[in-house]
């Protein structure tokens, strides 16, 4: 097939290009008819306008940045795809940016999606508690921003966020319910808003069914696989837990591979609970106990925000805070008898 | 923070704008010297030079798109996390679609990015097997492509797989030494490539052994988890295989459940072998026995064969084939004797 370009399309047609550009650009001087004439010409020849020289003129990617700290968590993926959804229903699309926790790669990424890359960024943040006012130094030309779940508390933009404290205080209580007395708390970075908030649920709990508070039972892990391996059984060793809270599904599986090499049977010699959208949550041995998110529609409600903003004109500088609800689904990892297979 | 442009950089260093905007486009008239203070000094300005109108000149948008057909896939997010390695040591961002293994919507993504969206796709093809001549219709001007694991076979252009059809036919015979008999293989589309590829290593085993091929035993799946569980669930009662081997890691987990549903014992009653990246693949109950591609691995040669186009000039239309090689790792779904817990 010939390349095809605005000017044979015209000529194809018996059109001036400026015709077809203005139908492009949805341009009212055009009529209903023309432009349905031209867009079908232009599917049949398979031509797309230039899509940098028509962006410059209309200011417009027709594009949201999704930005998460990482892909291997069903949380993360299921979120992604309702943002798609209705992303897809505003006729966006998505780009999706992983950070690896890297605060550096978050960074750089938002300053690249400056020079006009996307029209909006929805955002998980990276899980360093690092210097965050990078934000802020683009003032009023910052692109309009939504938070999800991991958040920056201090920077003033809209936000959807789930009942982390109640849950986590819930999830706490559970265990104390099931017979546990030393519970430890997971957590990957325990300076980060959403660690925290888990984490003074859990403290809460613990004081509610007056349980001592113990410093050393709070557990700081890493991004690293290998790592968090011997911090946890260290944990498990040291310290003697009947019971775990972990904040990330990743540890729930660390701590599942260290009782497995420890010896040590879940749910009789340690419980465990986690925050996890994982589907297999049911297959695992034992099945787990989650605290589930409804990560789809928290996906949805972060871009319904952000078309606020890039539609209605909403102001972007606000803490408009959507709150959903959590469930815990509760299964044999912390049954109080023992498991009958 | 006032907001910043070409002009205040310029004067804040006393350069010209010409100069600065040379310095962005790394032109070799300006020295190194000037060019880190310019760069330095944009950095402390927050300032980004326009992404579209710089690219129109470089006709460069140092992006590579990668297509993928779901993400809620150990598989995919691993090989996404390959590509970025490759794409990042290049000075690339990529973009992550997804076709939820709808063709539609891989055609449209497709379109799109052919006009300045991205220097180059590497794509791994939507489960449905309908008309990809579309691909052929950009002619001299289709941008870079590289497939990886799922592939349009008569597309001429580089692609990265794996000995699927030694992987299968050895998955195969491993059910036959663990004493099966009745093998199902479960696939979700046995037109694309992939599928037929995987069921031929299936069916050649099956003859090396003696063992009647049966068109019935092999069980076409579909993208709907529900629809899927009846499907398992009637091929489990109706034809009593001893054995499935399952093309894709979700039609594993679908068994699962079936087999918990039907108060089936997997492996007792039933063995599962399944291709499959999932790193708890050993937390499941049983373990799952995985066919393991080298996903990271996969996806930095699918990225390292469009660099050798896009830097390297190298002819974009040729057959140039990578084969990565799997492995199977044995766990407690095939075992042949009463599982010890």
Known sequence: ??????????????????TIS?????????????????????KELNYQPNHYASNLREQKSKTIAVIVPELANNYFS????????????????ILIYVTDDNYDKEVNFIRHLHNGRADGIIMSVS???????????????RLPLVFFDRIYEDIKTPR?????????????EHLIEQGCKRIGY?????????????????????????????????????????????????????????????????????????????HLSIPDDLKVISFSSL???????????????PAAEIGEEAAKLLFKILDDNQDKNVFNEVILQSKIVVRNSTSDSPEKP
């Open 1 to 18: 097939m010939d390349s095809i370009n605005i000017k044979k399309l015209a000529e194809a047609l018996n059109f001036s290009t400026s």
């Open 22 to 42: 203005r139908a492009f650009r949805d341009n009212s001087d055009i009529s209903a008819a023309t432009k349905s004439l031209i867009l079908e010409k232009a």
């Open 78 to 93: 299921q979120a992604i795809h309702g943002i798609e959804r209705v992303a897809r229903e505003n006729g966006y699309h």
């Open 279 to 293: 589907e297999i949550a049911p297959l695992l041995n034992p099945s787990l106990t989650t605290i589930t998110q």
């Open 127 to 141: 899980g360093e508690a690092n210097d965050h006012n990078y934000l802020n130094k683009f003032g009023a030309k």
């Open 186 to 262: 997971l957590v990957v970075n325990k300076t980060l808003s959403i660690g925290k908030t888990r984490m003074q649920g859990y403290i809460d709990a613990l004081a509610k069914h007056n349980i001592n508070f113990e410093e050393q039972l709070i557990v700081d892990c890493s991004n690293s696989y290998e790592e968090n391996s011997t911090i946890i059984k260290d944990a498990l060793t040291q310290l003697k837990p009947d019971g775990v809270f972990t904040s990330v599904e990743r540890l729930a599986f660390a701590t599942y591979y260290a009782c497995y090499d420890l």
């Open 160 to 172: 959807v966020i789930t009942n982390d404290y109640n849950s986590s205080f819930l999830a706490t």
